[in-house]
């Protein structure tokens, strides 16, 4: 099954600025999935990225506050921009090891803006 | 959209059976999954239910009926490790397989 590296692990950033979150998964992966997860709640998908093409967002995210890279078929980042004290929370990477294999996740970046 | 509905909570003793269940309603349905996610870990994949019917793993087996919209999750022989947030998902589209998640069970299991 893959194995995801994400990092950082966590941050505390000042609200204004932006932190990009770095995945690297072992194998190469068509889609990589971008989630978002608030203390307690559950997993909202934020965006779908595809090697080559833009990412594709979720109702409620945007790629100004959320833009996406995926260079390659291996690696994605995605970074939080302008943030705010909202956008606290935890961002987990994911990728499917095949329909019906269910969906690997990244150990997630725990963020919090003051 | 999408909307996924499961119990906010259950408590059972070691060595119980627990069942969460799971009602969902989405379009593009491709199937059910069942994740298990330990406080501060990652959410680790349980089962997969594409058609109708239940599949085993283990002490835990997950049952799916397409035409009532309806999941569970079954674990039986309870341990203490099994103390974590159980969440069921529905994944929409073929290709792009995308999943959404229920709000999540917290299972809590006493000695």
């Known amino acids: 099954s893959a194995v995801i590296s994400q990092k950082p692990s966590r941050d505390i950033c000042q609200r204004g600025t932006s932190l990009t979150i770095q995945c690297q998964v072992d194998s190469q992966v068509t889609m990589m999935f971008w989630y978002r997860q608030q203390p307690g709640q559950s997993l909202t998908l934020i965006a779908t990225a595809n090697q080559g093409s833009e990412a594709t967002y979720e109702s409620g995210f945007v790629i100004d506050k959320f833009p996406i890279s995926r260079p390659n078929l291996t690696f994605s980042t995605l970074t939080v921009s302008n943030m705010s004290p909202e956008d606290s929370s935890i961002y987990l990477c994911?990728?499917?090891?095949?329909?019906?294999?269910?969906?690997?996740f990244g150990s997630g970046t725990r963020l919090t803006v003051v | 959209g999408q909307s996924l509905e499961q119990p906010s909570e259950v408590t059972a003793v070691e060595g119980a059976i627990v069942q969460i269940n799971c009602t969902y309603q989405?379009?593009?349905?491709?199937?059910l999954s069942w994740y298990q996610q330990h406080d501060g870990g990652a959410p680790t994949f349980l089962s997969y239910n594409a058609l109708d019917g239940l599949e085993e793993t283990g002490r835990f087996s997950s049952f799916l009926s397409r035409s009532d919209s309806y999941g569970y999750l079954l674990l039986q022989e309870l341990q203490m490790k099994d103390s974590a947030s159980y969440f069921c998902a529905v994944r929409r589209g073929s290709t792009l397989g995308r999943l959404y998640f229920g709000r999540g069970t917290q299972l809590t299991v006493w000695p």
């Open positions: 994911s990728v499917e090891r095949g329909q019906g294999y269910g969906y690997t």
């Open positions: 989405t379009s593009g349905f491709y199937g």
